[in-house]
């Protein structure tokens, strides 16, 4: 007789949690998400044949098959092959990683920038690096998830305040004892509601209060303040906020993240952040199509005007139609309808007529702000919005 029971046709806890759980089963039900393409061509791809106007991507300036950069990471790819497969502090570090740091840097109008294979772990850890134990973390309570992991990361105590609401944070730091160290932590443009951070008020605060400052600028980047070089920028206080971190996911292009600051801040990033210690170095492909996308935003203007100009006439239509933008400033628009069954009609309907967003329901949103969250891309022609604008109309005449 065997000594141990047979567990041969016995689930784990673990494995019936996964099959069991009913999030998932409606995830799979309704299929909105993980939807795949099987082509892709600017703002157009193509599912079974059918194209569809992409209209949620943060391609902002458009620049995916931009000539210069699809050579740049042709040409990487040529050069160094397919990754260094090894951390940066080990044996992964190469010219072209310090190259793009020292370009990027300069541009964000900071001394020096880390580069990361991926911006949640630029976000993650420019939280985690910097807070630690016993220190005090003040969010804006509609961060993204990367920033949230930061804060769970680093150990601090976090105290949300209204989002975007300088006078909220300027009360929950009313009782905190003044020489407890302490982090403010915000985003420049919010991916969701489109919203730029009301900065100058709220970097007032942290100086009153002497707190390090970290923004995620991952939508800022490339598409606010003179040139594209971003929230800071656009308020003229790149000298004063501490840490900037992004994505090359958004307006560069590629995928990846930066962290940027002092040279001591990032030197202190290299030598503590467990996220950039024992990560693989962002690849050659990755690193070449951000920095040729960074030049091509240096040099070709025109990108980042269309990309207004598209935004301008986008937002004119939805309001025109009665739609809820959540006063969005930015090319991130989102279409607020309240429910979840109202996102999903819509998103459905928005489908039919061949354009694509992404749906996105509470607790991913605040409850009562369901939405459907679109984007404008500098890549969007005057034909694109026109068929967007009869989808719109289709979708928000059914409601
Ligand atoms: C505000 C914000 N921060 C960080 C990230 C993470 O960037 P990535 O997708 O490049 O990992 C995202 C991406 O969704 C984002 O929207």
Known sequence: MAIFPSRKNQKSRIARRCEDDSVTKLRLKYAPYYYTFDRQEGTRVWRE????????SNDYLGLGNHPKVVEAGREALKKWGSSTTGARLANGSR??????????????????????????LSCMSAVATFAERGDLIVVDKNVHSSLWSGIHLSGATAERFIHNNPDDLRDVLIHEDPDRAKLLLFEGVYSMEGHVAKMPELMEVARENDMFSVMDDAHGFGVMGPGGRGTAAHFGLESEIDVISGSFSKALSSTGG????????????????????????????????????????????EHLERLWKNTRRYKEMLENMGLDTWGSETPAMPIVLGTKEKVYSFWKDLLSKGVFTVMSVAPGVPPGKDLVRTAISARHTDEDLDKVGDALAYAARSL
């Open 95 to 120: 010219t072209y990683h310090t190259e793009l740091e020292e370009e990027l840097a300069d541009f964000i109008g900071k001394e020096a920038c880390h580069v990361h294979a991926a911006g949640y």
């Open 49 to 56: 044949g059918k194209p569809y106007i992409m209209l949620s």
């Open 258 to 301: 930066y962290v940027a600051g002092s040279r001591a801040m990032i030197d202190y990033l290299r030598t503590h952040s467990k996220q950039t210690i024992f990560s693989a170095a962002i690849s050659p492909s990755q690193a070449a199509c951000a920095l040729a996308s960074l030049r091509v935003l240096k040099e070709e203007p």
